[in-house]
């Protein structure tokens, strides 16, 4: 599939109530530089980060080379939000998961910029 149909595909399953298929096929389309993929699934990580061990999960994800995972780490070191407010590591962060193509991160540096 290509990333529109992975995106289209993604909205469909959670529609239907498969979040996890869902979550998947927009994976696919955010890694192939979909970026509404690449926000939506921003969203879905974000809700799901209720707890330190739903933080480290998405630690592991960033470092294992989920860029939007890695954006979603840097707007928690932001916001504070499950660990301490750090603007300097957000930064770094919101800098490789751009380098890695995420739409977000670059938007965000280009507005900082």
Request: aromatic share 6%.
């Amino acid at each position: 599939m290509d990333p529109q149909q992975e995106y289209e595909a993604g909205a469909a399953a959670f529609k239907a109530g498969h979040a996890k298929e869902g979550a998947e096929h927009l994976r696919n389309a955010a890694f192939a530089g979909h970026a509404e993929a690449q926000n939506q699934l921003a969203r879905v990580y974000f809700a799901q980060l209720k707890s330190r061990s739903d933080l480290i999960s998405l630690e592991s994800a960033a470092q294992g080379g989920d860029h939007v995972a890695l954006f979603v780490l840097a707007m928690c070191l932001i916001e504070g939000r499950l660990m301490e407010k750090d603007t300097d590591k957000a930064l770094v962060a919101l800098k490789h998961a751009a380098a890695m193509g995420n739409s977000m991160a670059e938007a965000m540096l280009a507005q900082a910029g």
